[in-house]
């Protein structure tokens, strides 16, 4: 079983920047996929960031450039550093992981992105 803790979210200007941070616990998640998923009202779910247990990222098209995902195996978290925010970056963020073994997914509660002057 895997615990994932979001934290960093908040209002910020469009042009500006946000670090979200996901702690993870409850078994060997360095082995794990990790990620970063949003969901907008009315919108579906969408993959922003994933990065492998071997360091691997990928980063949906609308984002590449501005955000970057990374890893602290030791620490067990992933954070995701957002810069050039934009309006239409507004949305739920959740932490993901993955099991290498099972392919099960488990998430985060996660934590509100709102991009506005």
């Known amino acids: 079983q895997v615990q994932l803790v979001e934290s960093g979210g908040g209002l910020v200007q469009p042009g500006g920047s946000l670090r979200l941070s996901c702690a993870a616990s409850?078994?060997?998640?360095?082995?794990?996929?990790m990620g970063w998923y949003r969901q907008a009202p009315e919108k579906q779910r969408e993959l922003v960031a994933r990065i492998s247990g071997g360091g691997t990222t990928n980063y949906a098209d609308s984002v590449k450039g501005r955000f970057t995902i990374s890893r602290d195996n030791a620490e067990n978290t992933v954070d995701l550093q957002m810069n050039s925010l934009k309006p239409e970056d507004t949305a739920v963020y959740y932490c993901n992981a993955e099991s290498p073994w099972t392919n099960k997914n488990y998430w985060g509660q996660g934590t509100q992105v709102t991009v506005s002057s």
């Open positions: 409850g078994s060997i998640v360095r082995m794990y996929a």
